[in-house]
């Protein structure tokens, strides 16, 4: 506006006259509203808040469902027979709320698993050292491998010493005749499963081996069946809850029965405990553990091998 103002003062050619000019500048600033070239706030338009998107899966635990941890177990070889599939079935759906993982090894590993902290618990079989118990390992029985010999109820031994145990199982001796008593040729009946035959020598006979004439039974079944059809046969067979088969009798040790208590009192030598192996008293998984062994069912599946009392 101003510039067409001042052109217009100068339109015929002429210098304009000054005051002509600051009269037309004066009505174009009084057209112009006061303050318009003050600062003035602005402000900018913002799209509504909206919530963040939420996850498209479900992130929090539902209430009552059981959050299930992983508990590690070391299984020492000579308790390989006691915690065997069918009781590892029967431990995950008594304890759903912990997820055992097995791992099986020698009877020292599994002990030194659960010094270094790399097992939860452990079970083995046998007890466990001075050093280790020393160390704050705690044992607690679980039960006890006792093994026996059986002989047909015929035959008139009732009980053999320790070294005669020997002496028969090793083949040094092999006629009841040497032994004083009335009988033909002596029969040892031994186990065929290497593990078992072997856990079976280190309780009878430590560090001996059974005699190479010893006939190897797949079960203890066909054990009992051979003694009732060979009255001089002397076989190994599990002391369990569960009678003898009619016809068969258990000799005794050094005139001890074979039962649990006298193995406890230790006067009947020949068995092996398991324990349940733990850093101090047993305590969370390793106490739910040992109570699911010491239930009816656990003990039922327990004394296929086991005396639980």
Known sequence: MLLVCAAAACGDGSDPDPRV????????????????????????ETAPSQPPPGPTAETSVRDGVPVRRTTSIAVGRNAAHVVDPTVER??????PEFDAKYSRCSDRDAVELLMVGRADFGVIGGPLS???????????????????????????????SRAQVRQVLT??????AQLGYEGGDITVLAYHDRSLAERAARALIPGGNFAATALR???????????????NAVGIVHVLDEPLDAGLKLLQIDWIAATAENFGYESYPFGEPVHLVTSGQPTGDALKFLEHARSEAGR?????????R
């Open 130 to 160: 001075p050093r280790e118990l020393e160390g704050g390992l705690r044992q607690t029985r679980i039960g006890i491998e006792l093994f026996a010999l059986a002989v047909a109820e015929s035959l008139p031994v009732r009980s053999l």
């Open 90 to 95: 029967a431990v995950a759906e008594a304890c």
């Open 21 to 44: 000019v600051a009269a037309a500048l004066d009505a174009e600033r009084a057209k112009v509203p006061s303050g318009w070239d003050r600062p003035t706030v602005v402000v900018a």
């Open 217 to 231: 039974m797949e079960s203890e079944g066909q054990v009992t069946a051979r003694l009732l059809q060979d009255g």
């Open 171 to 176: 083949g040094q001796v092999t006629r009841w």
């Open 300 to 308: 039922t599946l327990l004394q296929r091998s086991l005396l639980t």
